[in-house]
Every structure is written in C-alpha cells, then in structure tokens.
C-alpha cells in the first residue's frame, strides 16, 4: 500500500505569514507552540500576535526542548516552526512525535524541507515524520534572508538532477522502485531553477515553488529518492566527519550542490564513456554565489576525499558512487573535476 500525504495549504507570496490567522481558521487549529531561533523570533512574534500562542527556544538541542516545554508549556494544539532548516525540522520532529498538526513558514529558502516528510537529526541521519499541514512561504521575509542561504537553496535544487539519475539507476540495476511522477516532478524543480538561475534574488518565488514541489515528489515517491541520491551521501558524510574531526560543516545545500558537480560528472563518464567537469552544474553554482569547491566551503581537502571515500557507506541506497572504486579514485575524481586543486 502507497500512501501519499500532501499539505493541505501552500500560501506563497509577499506579507503571506499574515494569512496564519485565516490558515488556522479553515484548518480548525487553536494555540500553536512555535519554534523559533533567536534570529527569527521577530517573524514568531508576528505569528503570535495573529494567533494566540507561545514561543520556544529552537537553538537548543532537540532533548533540551522536551525538557523545557514538558516544564512550561502546556495546553497547546498544533506546532508551528518559524525559522530556518533547522529549527523546522526541530518543530517537525517534535510535532511528529507527539501526534500534533505541524504548520512550516520559513523564513529562508535554504533548502527542501520546508515541506517534506522528512527531518534531519544530525550527523548525516534523516527520519520519516509527516508533510506540513501547511506551509506559508512570506516572499518579503525569504527574499530579505542572507545571500548564501538563498544559493544553498539553489544548490538543493539543482541536486535534484543527480538525485533522479541515480534513482533510475537504481531502477536499472537492483530492481528498485521508481515513480516516473515524483521523478518527473523532481527533474522539474531542479530544470526551473537552472534555467532561471540568473532571477533567483529577484523573484525567490521560483526557488520556493522549486523547494517545495520538491518536498511534494519525496511525499508522492513515499521515500526521499526523487531528491537526494549520490549528492546527499556525499554532504551527510561532511556532516558525519564535521562531528568526528571538529571542523565546521558548510551548508547542507552548499554541500549538496558540490556533491552534484561531483556526481553529475561521473554520470556523464557512465553515459558517455568520456571524462568531463560538470561543468553545467558548477557554472550555474557560480552564477548564484555558490560555492564550488573545497576551498569555498574553508573545508579541508582532506577531508573532503575522505567524505567521497565513506559515502557509499553513509546509507544503504545504491547511486553512482557503487560504480567507481572511490577508496582508490576519490582524490582523483576531486581533481577531475576541480572540486580540490
């Protein structure tokens, strides 16, 4: 059995946050906790003058928060997160563990759980929760976030591409799933963007819309296929040996978006049997102020060979990196296609 959960409400524009009032209204939802971060406390402040509710601290960690709402908080029907990536899958984790509603307003479009069903935990891991019952995308609040946010957000986007080529793969060769729509869809996102890479400041509606039909193919494929393949492997490991060596982990869709250069290029070896850069990817990286290799995220290219070494490892999901003997090739492959120099 497939069963596909899907927001209800998807309000996207200019002053949208204020249309929370008329969302909990038609969605029958009373006194929200929100979830905020010092730094977007002043968006939860306006959440809560249009709908009665209180405000927790999301910039502790996830066992810190159940600590301090089970001590202050009570009385409270739907989670609502205001913030960034982080402090969106914090609310959705915990929305998801206590059977509540869960309402997304980010107030960055940096990257495509803003409307999934999935939520990072840290150190590479991701877990299955539910879709946002809604999602209220404030066009002002998003285009007014930090650039680099922005273009991590593009990079998530554009990872889409790899992410359907391995899953085809996949298909191919183990036999597993794939949902042509959700791939479709996925493909879409990551084509609209690229091809409108140079109107992503001045109209972050199409990196929203891009985010969230992205969130809307993993709730359709049932898994986070459709939208992360070799490329997320590659930005978990990061994540994974940020925490072992201490160093600081770039944005996850910065480390995506290299993770693409890295995986489009060795499809493009697969498909054609010839060597190229990935060139395409990293071009439209580099138009958007993306990062585009080691030295543009201050990570050490050692550690960047060793994060290309342990993907394949990071989860059993079969992609491009269990076609190329990455323990012997990956200082290699960094070189070919200048993601170290």
Same mark, same amino acid.
């Not at 003058?49 to 996830?62: C, Q, T």
């Not at 050490?300 to 076609?323: G, M, Q, S």
């Given at each position: 059995?497939?069963?596909?959960?899907?927001?209800?409400?998807?309000?996207?524009?200019?002053?949208? !946050? *204020?249309? &929370?009032?008329? =969302?909990?209204?038609?969605?029958?939802?009373?006194?929200?906790?929100?979830?905020?971060?010092?730094?977007?406390?002043?968006?939860?402040?306006?959440?809560?003058?249009?709908?009665?509710?209180?405000?927790?601290?999301?910039?502790?960690?996830?066992?810190? =928060?159940?600590?301090?709402?089970?001590?202050?908080?009570?009385?409270?029907?739907?989670?609502?997160?205001?913030?960034?990536?982080?402090?969106?899958?914090?609310?959705?984790? *915990?929305?998801?563990?206590?059977?509540?509603?869960?309402?997304? =307003?980010?107030?960055?479009?940096?990257?495509?759980? !803003?409307?999934?069903?999935?939520?990072?935990?840290?150190?590479?891991?991701?877990?299955?929760?539910?879709?946002?019952?809604?999602?209220?995308?404030?066009?002002?609040?998003?285009?007014?976030?930090?650039?680099?946010?922005?273009?991590?957000?593009?990079?998530?986007?554009?990872?889409?591409?790899?992410?359907?080529?391995?899953?085809?793969?996949?298909?191919?060769?183990?036999?597993?799933?794939?949902?042509?729509?959700?791939?479709?869809?996925?493909?879409?996102?990551?084509?609209?963007?690229?091809?409108?890479?140079?109107?992503?400041?001045?109209?972050?509606?199409?990196?929203?819309?891009?985010?969230?039909?992205?969130?809307?193919?993993?709730?359709?494929?049932?898994?986070?296929?459709?939208?992360?393949?070799?490329?997320?492997?590659?930005?978990?490991?990061?994540?994974?040996?940020?925490?072992?060596?201490?160093?600081?982990?770039?944005?996850?869709?910065?480390?995506?978006?290299?993770?693409?250069?890295?995986?489009?290029?060795?499809?493009?070896? &697969?498909?054609?049997?010839?060597?190229?850069?990935?060139?395409?990817?990293?071009?439209?990286?580099?138009?958007?102020?993306?990062?585009?290799?080691?030295?543009?995220?201050?990570?050490?290219?050692?550690?960047?060979?060793?994060?290309?070494?342990?993907?394949?490892?990071?989860?059993?999901?079969?992609?491009?990196?269990?076609?190329?003997?990455?323990?012997?090739?990956?200082?290699?492959?960094?070189?070919?296609?200048?993601?170290?120099?």
């Amino acid at each position: 059995m497939h069963k596909i959960e899907l927001p209800r409400k998807v309000i996207i524009g200019e002053g949208a !946050i *204020y249309e &929370i009032k008329n =969302i909990c209204n038609e969605l029958n939802l009373k006194s929200p906790l929100i979830f905020s971060g010092n730094f977007t406390k002043k968006f939860a402040d306006i959440v809560c003058s249009e709908v009665r509710g209180k405000v927790v601290s999301a910039d502790n960690e996830l066992n810190e =928060i159940n600590a301090e709402i089970n001590k202050n908080f009570q009385n409270f029907g739907f989670v609502c997160g205001v913030g960034g990536g982080s402090t969106i899958d914090k609310a959705k984790i *915990y929305a998801f563990n206590n059977k509540l509603p869960f309402i997304s =307003i980010p107030t960055a479009a940096s990257h495509d759980g !803003i409307a999934s069903p999935y939520a990072s935990i840290g150190g590479g891991v991701s877990v299955k929760t539910n879709s946002p019952l809604a999602v209220i995308a404030d066009t002002t609040i998003i285009s007014n976030a930090p650039k680099n946010l922005t273009a991590s957000g593009f990079g998530d986007a554009v990872s889409n591409f790899t992410a359907v080529l391995d899953w085809k793969l996949a298909r191919d060769e183990k036999k597993e799933y794939f949902g042509d729509y959700a791939a479709s869809l996925s493909n879409m996102s990551a084509e609209i963007v690229l091809q409108n890479s140079d109107k992503i400041f001045s109209d972050i509606s199409i990196l929203v819309e891009a985010l969230i039909s992205s969130s809307v193919a993993m709730a359709i494929a049932g898994s986070s296929r459709p939208s992360s393949g070799s490329e997320h492997l590659f930005s978990h490991a990061l994540d994974m040996l940020s925490e072992k060596y201490k160093f600081k982990q770039a944005l996850h869709g910065e480390q995506c978006g290299i993770g693409t250069i890295i995986s489009s290029y060795l499809h493009e070896i &697969i498909r054609t049997k010839t060597k190229r850069s990935g060139k395409k990817i990293r071009d439209a990286l580099k138009d958007v102020g993306a990062p585009v290799n080691a030295k543009e995220i201050r990570i050490d290219e050692k550690y960047v060979i060793e994060a290309l070494k342990f993907a394949p490892k990071v989860r059993n999901r079969y992609t491009i990196f269990n076609k190329f003997n990455l323990e012997r090739d990956a200082e290699k492959i960094l070189n070919e296609c200048k993601v170290i120099e």
